[in-house]
């Protein structure tokens, strides 16, 4: 296969994985954030304590965790296919890929989310904010660096899903790396799939640490001024 033959097959192939993923990893954020971030507070001494709340939460992101990725996507094809009406395809992969990614993305939310100061916690509450207004102001602003570095986590690893998901005809570049690359012994696309692989990862990676550095570092030069941060914060 030359290169005319195999351009066209990679292009639709990215265009494919950066579908899945885009949408996959807005799925997590916009599902996982909120469980994670309720996982510390339903946790003991949390603002809304509550174990026996907390103790299930956890248990059920600590399976839906534990399923190899290849195994939940079989376990959920009639929930796919009751969504997307299939359960090969782009669209269909997204359902799996979404799911798997919530429960990682939340328990990354929860370790960002427990790093932020207590103190400004109870100094919001001392002046009357109320849980949301912790949460809003204090708890997701405070992590926000950390929450960066876990959305590329998830981002990266939602890719590596991706290509597995490639195996059973969920298009992208893992389909074209096992359609064409090893079934049909096209060694050399093969491995341009893999080097598209590690490039985008690499940039990936890079862009999100150079967010949360700067995310970082902006936060550092503004100092603590808490009489500023929590005014902000009560308003």
């Known amino acids: 296969m030359n290169w005319s033959e195999m351009q066209p097959l990679l ?3 990215c265009w ?3 579908y899945m993923v885009g949408w996959s990893t807005l799925i997590a954020v916009v599902g996982g954030l909120p469980l994670g971030v309720l996982l510390v507070l339903t946790d003991r001494g949390g603002l809304l304590q509550n174990l026996a709340a907390n103790k299930v939460i956890g248990q059920v992101v600590n399976i839906a965790r534990s399923l190899p990725f290849i195994i ?3 376990a959920l094809m009639g929930f796919t296919r009751s969504i997307t009406g299939t359960t090969i395809g ?3 992969a997204i359902v799996p ?3 798997g990614a919530i429960p990682f993305f939340a328990r990354l939310v929860e370790t960002a989310v427990r790093e932020v100061d207590h103190g400004l916690v109870e100094a919001v509450q001392s002046m009357g904010g109320n849980t949301w207004t ?3 102001k204090i708890l997701v602003p405070e992590s926000l660096p950390s929450l960066i570095s876990s959305t590329t ?7 590596g899903y991706s290509a597995m998901a490639g195996t059973v005809g969920a298009g992208g570049l893992g389909d074209i790396a096992i359609r064409y690359g090893y079934q049909r012994f096209e060694t050399q696309l093969m491995w341009i799939t893999v080097a598209i692989l ?3 990862i690499s940039v990936i990676q890079f862009a999100g640490d150079y967010a949360a550095r700067s995310l970082h570092r902006r936060g550092a030069h503004a100092g603590p001024a808490p009489k500023l941060r929590l005014l902000k914060a009560a308003s």
Do not use: G, K, S, Y
């Not at 986590?153 to 890719?159: D, H």
């Open 11 to 13: 292009e639709q192939a």
């Open 16 to 18: 494919d994985t950066l």
């Open 72 to 74: 939940l996507m079989v």
């Open 90 to 92: 782009v669209e269909a």
């Open 97 to 99: 890929l979404a799911v």
């Open 134 to 136: 912790v949460v809003r």
């Open 153 to 159: 986590t998830t981002i990266v690893a939602l890719i």
């Open 198 to 200: 590690a490039v985008v």
